[in-house]
């Protein structure tokens, strides 16, 4: 019987806004450059086309015998947990013969953080430049999940203590709180000379720019206010290098998103002349655990942090 190298399905959120969409298909483009060797299809969750039943279909008439399905969604919301994994098993209903493997999210792999430096940079902020009242907005989607929530200000908590800002404040486009005009509005009030508006999102789209006109709009009242905005992000070499890597995790059966010790070393930014963060008593003896890359064989618990993988569309967890 004929070999067929499992196709790699590429799953975006879609977009209203048809650029949007089309940024998304870009980035299916390169990362189809990058793996010749299999397939590499796409489908959005909603609001554009292909959907996901639609594409997985398509992908079946083709031929395709087995999927490696990545979502390629920043954080672990209900979309990357609960809604594609649905998705995915109605598909598997349709095609009982048909392999599905489900991938990580791109979560907290530190190109992520690597990217969102550039694009500062990109807009003429240094992140590692000292300068008194400059701070930080970085303005999330937003999520009925709590832990998604939680994990959008474990990240930009991260991003404080690798920069140089002030302070790094918080603020969501949409669901929960606080809302763009609420941390807006607490830039100005707690005195920021400066303030960096940084959605953390991969493609422009309706919810960008509404992000966009609301900054204009806000700062206009106060022209005295000195605010920059900048980009999107999702085309950068350090992004597309991410879902490489989460490609080859989930062809690997690995699962990485949660893998944070990267963030354990603070690169000399926020405490050069400290080094640790305790005071070592006489007679203190204590192991400090080596941080490394390369894996081992141990249960998929790191640094303290585990949650669930979504029930792939075969019924196994995390789709291994």
Known sequence: MEFIPETIFLIGHGSRDPEGSAEFEEMVRRMAARHAERSVVHGFLEFA??????????AVSRGVRSLLAVPVMLLDAGHAMRDIPGALAAARRRHPDLVIRYGDHLGFHPNMMAGLIKVLRDAGEDPMAERPGRGLLLVGRGSSDPVANSNFYKF???????????????????????????????????GLSHVVVAPYFL???ALYKKIAAITKDFFEQYPGQSWSLTRY???????????ADRIADGLAGRHRAY??????????????RHGHDHHHQAGHDHDHHPHHDHDHNHPRIES???REQPAAADG???GA
């Open 304 to 306: 303290g942090q585990h």
């Open 316 to 318: 196994k967890t995390g």
């Open 49 to 58: 086309r292909p959907n996901i039943p639609a594409a997985v279909d398509q």
């Open 233 to 243: 992000f999702g085309l950068e070499s350090l992004v597309l290098d991410a879902v």
């Open 259 to 272: 893998r944070d010790e990267w963030m354990r070393n603070p690169e000399g930014i926020r405490y050069a």
């Open 156 to 190: 930009s908590r991260l991003v404080w203590e690798r920069t140089r800002f002030e302070t790094v404040e918080n603020a969501f486009i949409g669901i929960t709180r606080p809302t763009l005009r609420e941390g807006l509005e607490r830039c100005r009030q707690i």
């Open 203 to 205: 493609f422009t789209g």
